[in-house]
């Protein structure tokens, strides 16, 4: 291996979109060059034990976070893992799989910010942050049509993860890079919005994102796309806003600046991502795709970096480096091999 995985966190509240922006990034990036990571999968109890326990998926007590923690470990140094599998469609866990990490690791789910450990692999972090009738609305949507509950049944589920919500994944906002959130037009109720939604995109400074203030007249609040200053949590950002009713020409603009960043990527046709269901049909947004763009813009800024990529300190000790000081490998550029680095430290 030339250079280690980079690695991606998507994290968010269920049915807030993780994995609809997913799909749409292995399209852009190519299925061939992309490992996906649930972090459901990594639940401790199934769910009919989850009910007997009466927890919820969202508590840190219901999930294997230290194991979680390891594979993340072995991921970030390009080395394949076990991973649990949990069927959604069913509450059980089926079969393991061996997954050998690729060029780009999109790792998804409920905590994956939880631990400082954690958030140390990832080279780029966002989380999904819908309006929570929004969200509410394709849960039920979602879980009714295609997870076998009634109405009622994710009603009463959503009124008995609300403390769990609020305490342990939305807690989890302040760890982000991005914060996107797609919400119905002002005026508008998630029922009639019909999948024309808005996007306001947080870019925070910890990581750089591309210009594009030279597109946007600052004075011109009436346009579809908009860049702005704000502050989030107190803190200076830029705020990138692009409404649903966008027309496809201003749409296309923003998308051709975006691709021009990304020279080594064959460009997409713009009906083959930004997707989603809706219910059963899908169909195609423009801030979706927008945002899934500048994901991918963040990746493989990443991965151009190559041999100057650093390992983050491990957790355990690797079998390939157990003689190495930690402090050691915070410093050396990924690349090496165990005799280089074992060489450097002496």
């Not at 190519?30 to 508590?59: F, M, Q, S, W």
């Not at 393991?96 to 954690?118: D, R, S």
């Not at 957790?315 to 060489?343: C, D, H, T, Y």
């Amino acid at each position: 291996m030339t250079q280690r995985p980079i690695l991606l966190a998507i994290v968010g509240d269920s049915a807030a979109g993780k994995s609809t922006l997913t799909a749409g990034l292995e399209k852009l990036l190519g299925r061939e060059r992309v490992t996906h990571v649930c972090t459901d999968d990594y639940h401790k109890y199934d769910r009919r034990e989850r009910a007997a326990l009466n927890i919820t998926p969202l508590n840190p007590e219901c999930n294997y976070l230290d194991i979680l923690e390891l594979h993340l470990e072995r991921l970030h140094y390009g080395q394949p893992i076990l991973k649990p599998v949990y069927d959604h469609a069913t509450g059980t866990f089926v079969r393991p799989q061996y997954i050998q990490p690729k060029q780009f690791v999109i790792v998804e789910g409920l905590l994956g910010f939880h631990t400082a450990v954690m958030r140390q692999f990832y080279d780029v972090k966002l989380y999904l942050d819908p309006p929570e009738e929004l969200r509410r609305f394709w849960k039920i949507r979602r879980d009714t049509t295609r997870r076998g509950y009634t109405l009622e049944q994710v009603e009463a589920e959503l009124a008995r993860r609300e403390d769990d919500s609020r305490n342990f994944i939305r807690s989890q906002r302040e760890f982000a890079d991005i914060i996107v959130r797609f919400r119905p037009p002002r005026g508008t109720t998630p029922e009639t919005a019909d999948g024309h939604l808005d996007a306001r995109l947080v870019l925070r400074p910890t990581i750089p994102h591309p210009d594009l203030s030279y597109l946007f007249d600052g004075s011109d609040n009436t346009a579809c796309v908009r860049l702005s200053l704000g502050r989030d949590c107190g803190k200076p950002v830029d705020i990138l806003e692009v409404d649903g009713n966008v027309s496809a020409d201003e749409a296309a603009k923003l998308e051709s600046k975006i691709w021009q960043h990304m020279s080594e990527l064959q460009p997409v046709k713009a009906d083959e991502f930004g997707l989603y269901l809706d219910p059963a049909e899908i169909r195609h947004s423009d801030p979706l795709a927008l945002t899934q763009l500048l994901v991918t813009y963040h990746l493989l800024r990443k991965y151009s970096e190559g041999r100057r990529m650093l390992f983050a300190p491990p957790v355990a000790a690797l079998s390939r480096m157990r003689s190495v000081p930690v402090s050691v490998l915070g410093q050396n550029p990924v690349g090496e091999s165990e005799s280089e680095i074992g060489r450097s430290a002496k």
